[in-house]
């Protein structure tokens, strides 16, 4: 039995491939049988505050420094930070918007990536404080740039910032979403098998 996080992030509710894949996902889990838990968040559905002049300083102060008062205006980060702990697998829907994530999950990360909560500042630098929970990042994109990693900012950035709090990412991504149907079946097709070889490990 596994507590697992979803997060759903692209802003079209029926025709989003992320969030078909992701559904495909969890079918794939509650057909083991195994008794997974899953909690649902979606971020374009509810979205989450951006980090505003309220709480920008606070949200960079260790929780140990602030006043009971402070602690009351982080309690959304508090809360989505104890989510993300009490997890023990994370799924990530997200489309590619202007070569990044989608503003929705940005605002997440935002409220999710705090020192002394999720990474702390050690000898060496920056270091993760969720060490080595599985996160699948199933990400959709209208073009296809398996070969033009130099432009996408939405795979290397998810790998780096969640890698940063301790995370450890693997990715399912369909690639080429809007592009001619025969070209996006294939590529359909492979981001589910990534998804099928994912949900084999958790068996
Ligand atoms: C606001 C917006 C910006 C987008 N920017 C890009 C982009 O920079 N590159 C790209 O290949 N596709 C881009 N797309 C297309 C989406 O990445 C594509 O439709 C993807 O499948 C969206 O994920 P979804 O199907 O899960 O909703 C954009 C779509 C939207 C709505």
Do not use: C
Request: no cysteine; glycine share 6%; charged share 30%.
């Amino acid at each position: 039995m596994a507590k697992i996080l979803v997060l759903e992030s692209s802003a079209h509710l029926e025709k989003s491939f992320s969030r078909k894949l992701v559904a495909e996902f969890v079918e794939l889990l509650k057909a083991q049988n195994r008794g997974h838990e899953f909690v649902f968040r979606d971020l374009a559905h509810d979205p989450i505050p951006v980090v505003d002049s309220t709480i920008v300083d606070i949200i960079r102060t260790p929780p140990d420094k602030l006043t009971d008062e402070q602690r009351q205006k982080t309690a959304l980060s508090e809360q989505l930070i104890a989510e993300l702990k009490d997890a023990d697998y994370v799924v990530i829907g997200a489309g590619m918007y202007n070569r990044n994530v989608p503003a929705a999950l940005k605002a997440w990360i935002d409220q999710v990536v705090r020192i002394g909560m999720t990474f702390t500042v050690g000898e060496n630098g920056l270091e993760g404080l969720l060490k080595g929970k599985p996160v699948l990042a199933v990400l959709s994109r209208g073009g296809d740039y398996s070969e033009r990693e130099s432009i996408d900012w939405q795979k290397p950035y998810l790998e780096h910032i969640l890698g940063l709090i301790g995370l450890d990412v693997r990715f399912a991504v369909m690639e080429g979403a809007l592009m001619p149907e025969e070209k996006r079946d294939a590529n359909l097709a492979r981001a589910r098998e990534a998804i099928r070889e994912a949900a084999a490990k958790l068996a």
